[in-house]
């Protein structure tokens, strides 16, 4: 891992590399319905294929800094926030509500995990 940056924003930072390839790959096909559903499902699995190069090494070198549990609630708390901005930005939908006090329960698991 290399020092310019703290050990605990490695990992974060690669989740969050991470959480961008695998929201393409199990949603950026739904802008393309019109196409063959192997011929998405081959996209994905290749697009999925770099997300496990960020997501694994993030992990590994997370495990150091962070414990499992933790590991996992930053990386739930990324994944909704990165599919927040792709579903406003590429799939064009907005943001309810609903969509709005569910991460906030989301961040309240997240600031109970941390506090332990």
């Not at 990992?11 to 199990?26: D, E």
């Not at 319905?33 to 699995?45: E, H, I, K, N």
């Not at 997501?55 to 997370?62: C, E, T």
């Not at 800094?65 to 599919?83: D, G, M, N, P, R």
Request: glycine share 6%.
């Amino acid at each position: 891992m290399p020092s310019f940056l703290p050990a605990a924003l490695w990992p974060i930072l690669m989740l969050i590399a991470s959480n961008v390839f695998m929201t393409f790959a199990w949603y950026g096909h739904l802008k393309f319905t019109d196409r063959p559903l192997w011929v998405v499902v081959l996209v994905s699995w290749g697009i999925a294929f770099f997300e496990y190069w960020l997501a694994v090494p993030a992990n590994r070198y997370g495990s150091v800094v962070y414990s499992a549990a933790e590991l996992k609630t930053i990386q739930e708390v990324i994944t909704f926030s990165v599919f927040i901005v792709f579903s406003i930005f590429y799939l064009g939908q907005s943001i309810t509500l609903q969509h709005v006090l569910g991460f906030a329960l989301i961040a309240i698991g997240a600031a109970v995990v941390f506090r332990a």
